[in-house]
């Protein structure tokens, strides 16, 4: 009962449109009033608060995030949309896919979709508002597109993932790589299919040779970054932390010597933007903790394998019912929130029944990914319709094929493993 007041308590907080840290800390301090005897223990929730925010992989988060920054200021974004241009450009829908391939080869660099919104979202929208598509049409797309960034190696949900589960973030990395490509391929084929139903513009802009080496020169250093990441994560040189430190060295080098687009007021903007980022992230993680001990207090996985027994669930009905479980929180709950609640929850339940736990991470990262456009709480969304000031009911309207499109895709890598098994066992890790 205690623990039922606890998630009702976090529940309607959310649900009336709390501030998303505010809830779940509020969640967690109601827990030490409610049940018996505990208030005089009070100085847990400080301990588990602290304590949940020590954590080696966790400093990578920041790092990753300064990288994003450092590379979406210094006008790197800019090389690596006229890279997609020139690729794909001469497509009807041209832009539309650039939006999606600019957006997957992002993904190699931040790690966030909201990074992804933030930095190519405003690039991304205004070039296509000026090439006559619909404005809610190119933030719909910008959102929808950004979900595969943190299933893409790098990816900052894979490294929290990670660190609750002992799962090798490696094995993660590239088991989200192929259902992340996947969700990029499915949303090309609703711009295939959108393109002449819509009349979208189409560019016969011809490349000369030199032209293709210069642009190709110029994103370079852009393409550069994922191989840096997984090559010298892969070959054990260095730790997803230590990567991600590297990163954010070549990210300033490049913005600082090569583009020369560095400036101490820009340093400036980048560090304040990236500590604000890493605070919400962080305070997110230390309150979740606390929640996350109170249902270890309450053998909540416990309670749920007795169901999952009493009931005779297979691998393959809890795997639909955590499905749709997710993608129902994720109208409501953040995807950090929901890794750190249910990952430690989860992961051992399906380990037992035969589920990988590197398989069962790609599941929940591209559930909570997806809980990223779904209304009412959609970030992503709301990122977007702020960027291109649109209506978030006619965003919404414009995102359901996209949306329909990645759910699509989450079902196929859940049933069919191997999409998600394939590489980390080509490569070792499992």
Known sequence: MTLAIVIVVLMLLLIIGAPVIFAIGTAGISYFFIKPDMIGSLSIYAHKFFNGM??????????????????????MMNELVRFTQMLVGRFRGGLAY???LGSMLFAGISGSAL??????????????????????????????????????????????????????????FLGGALPGIFIGLGQCMVIALMAKKRNFPRHDEKYSFKKVIDT??????????????????????????????????????IATFVYKSMTLEKLKEV?????????????????TSVIGWIMSMERLTDMISALVINYSLSATTLLFICNIFFLFNGMWISDT?????????????????????????VIMVVNVMIGLITPPYGQALYLAASISKCKLSSIVRETLPFTAVSILVLFIVTYFPNIVLFLPRAFGLI
């Open 54 to 75: 020590d954590s080696f992989v966790f400093l990578s988060i920041p790092l990753f995030i300064l990288a994003g920054e450092l590379m979406g200021c210094s006008g």
């Open 98 to 100: 650039v939006n999606v």
């Open 115 to 172: 990074a992804d919104v933030s930095a190519l979202g405003p690039i991304e929208i205004g070039m296509m508002k000026e090439d006559g598509y619909k404005p809610e049409f190119a933030a719909a797309l910008t959102a929808t597109s950004a979900i595969q960034g943190p299933i893409i190696p790098p990816s900052i949900p894979m490294i929290v993932f990670a660190s609750l589960t002992n799962a090798s973030v490696g094995a993660l």
């Open 216 to 253: 190709t020169k110029s994103a370079i250093y852009s393409l550069l970054m994922p191989v840096i990441v997984l090559g010298g994560i892969l070959s054990g040189i260095f730790t997803a932390t230590e990567a991600a430190a590297i990163v954010v060295i070549y990210s300033f080098v």
């Open 271 to 287: 560090l304040i933007k990236s500590a604000r980022t890493t605070a919400s992230i962080y305070l997110i993680i230390a309150f």
């Open 337 to 361: 929130v929901q890794l750190l609640l249910f990952a430690p929850i989860f992961t051992p339940i399906f380990a037992s029944m035969g589920i990988h736990p590197v398989h069962f991470g």
